[in-house]
């Protein structure tokens, strides 16, 4: 069920109507898990069976780890949730990828047999949900959380259908506690926060972009018709299409469990401010970044290290993140480009500098080309294509072959995007951005639905991230 479509429109009313109506915080927390499960199998019913055996996993495991007196035991479980979960998600989502590079590589040599084939879709979320589980049977391991002893109340945690296909990646610390408070009760200005947030949401995903969308995949799709012009812009295009494709679904997810009473993590913070690329990541998908930085970085050493173990341990870290988005070499390249960025900004010593005035625009700039640039492997369906790309962008000058009345449309939409984040960087949105007059909030919530009915491409059918 996607976030944009009449069905969930429909589907979060009821849901919030009954979660008031119930009487107790059991009751509640049941109907959210029958619903959370009814959201997902809406894509596929026979994947919400991934979801429960990665739940079952990881709550026996959690529960044994904790009851396990002795650390070797404690390790053993451990490994048995890490294990099971991550052959899953190698099974559908790496399998045929690592195959058909196996193919290739053979076919290269001169070798002709194939590796065969697993003929499965891609279950939607599959990773979102898959690091969410594993990371609460780390915590335990670790001590930081309890295990939790309820099986529903734990199946809800990694089913929550706000953030189950795409995140925020909660933490159990988080999010676990939170469905054994005390009944949310009904809160008018807690209501409209949240729904202020999912309006901002869907005018990220409906009017930035959708509507970049449109010429991002019109010349990503068909790279050998267009010219470096045409890539130039689009490039920059899906720089922010990604981001209010996928901001735009945190937000809705975020201001969705507001509405109900929950607190859910901020997973972007104005990224496209950052003067390093080392203080994009810090801005950029925080959930996951964390992760990765809390479950495999620091385990890996970190910066604790010497220098060329700490450039390893980055580069790694950076280099499985990129195949965490998918399985393509065009994500391993991007996660490889941000990594080697990242080593060489440490090495000159510029990720902890402070800068202002020109220096800070410089530094801007830089870093914004070389996120914009390392979006192209993200979004080339291939590698030969994002060579096509780079190269016709520094060898072809020529006239954009782009729709002007729809270029027109995605600057207005962009340049209200930049004013408020502008603002919001800066800490003066102030009345403008949270007006404390209740005729100036709904007049604002007003005006943004009536945006995004005018310049949003509705009906779209998903979200980049599902695919993750």
């Not at 048995?80 to 190698?90: A, E, Q, R, W």
């Amino acid at each position: 069920m996607l976030f944009n479509s009449l069905t969930f429109l429909i589907f979060f009313p009821i849901v919030c109507i009954v979660y008031f109506l119930l009487p107790t915080t059991r009751y509640r927390n049941l109907f959210l898990l029958a619903a959370s499960y009814y959201f997902y199998m809406n894509w596929e019913p026979a994947y919400a069976l991934l979801i429960l055996t990665s739940t079952i996993i990881t709550y026996g495991c959690g529960i044994l780890v904790e009851k396990s007196t002795d650390k070797k035991r404690k390790r053993t479980f451990l490994t048995t949730s890490l294990v099971l979960n991550l052959s899953i998600l190698f099974l559908f989502k790496y399998y045929n990828f690592i195959g058909d590079s196996i193919t290739d590589m053979l076919h290269t040599c001169g070798i002709a047999w194939q590796v065969p084939g697993l003929h499965v879709l891609l279950p939607v979320g599959i990773s979102f949900y898959t690091f969410q589980a594993i990371g609460y049977t780390i915590d335990v391991y670790r001590g930081t959380i309890r295990a939790e002893s309820d099986f529903f109340t734990y199946a809800l945690f990694v089913s929550f259908f706000p953030q189950l296909v795409a995140g925020p990646i909660e933490r159990a610390k988080n999010l676990l506690p939170q469905f054994h408070e005390e009944q949310h009760t009904l809160d008018y200005d807690r209501i409209m926060a949240g729904l202020r947030m999912m309006l901002w949401g869907y005018f990220l995903k409906l009017c930035i972009a959708d509507r970049c969308g449109i010429d991002v995949d019109m010349v990503f799709n068909n790279v050998d018709k267009y010219t470096g012009t045409s890539y130039i812009i689009t490039a920059i295009l899906f720089t922010f299409q990604i981001y209010g494709d996928f901001a735009g679904y945190s937000l809705i997810a975020i201001g969705a469990a507001k509405v109900m009473g929950f607190r859910l993590m901020e997973n972007f913070h104005r990224p496209y401010f950052s003067t390093t690329v080392g203080e994009f990541w810090k801005r950029w998908h925080i959930s996951l970044s964390t992760w990765f930085m809390d479950y495999l970085y620091i385990p890996l050493g970190g910066n604790r290290v010497g220098a060329l173990r700490h450039y390893f341990n980055l580069f790694v870290t950076f280099l499985i993140s990129g195949l965490w988005h998918g399985a393509n070499w065009t994500f391993v390249a991007w996660g490889a480009l941000h990594g080697i960025v990242l080593c060489v900004e440490k090495a000159i010593g510029i990720s902890k500098k402070q800068f202002s005035g020109i220096s800070k625009l410089i530094h801007w700039g830089i870093t914004f080309i070389i996120v914009c640039f390392a979006w192209i492997l993200f979004r080339a369906n291939s590698i030969d294509d994002a060579v096509t790309i780079i190269c016709g962008i520094f060898t072809q000058i020529g006239r954009p072959r782009l729709d002007p009345a729809n270029l027109m449309a995605d600057i207005i939409a962009l340049s209200i995007l930049f004013v408020v984040e502008l603002l919001q960087e800066h800490g003066k949105g102030g009345m403008l951005l949270h007006p404390s007059s209740w005729f100036a909030r709904h007049l604002q919530m007003a005006l943004l639905i009536a945006f995004i009915l005018l310049f949003g491409v509705l009906g779209s059918d998903q979200f980049i991230y599902f695919q993750f």
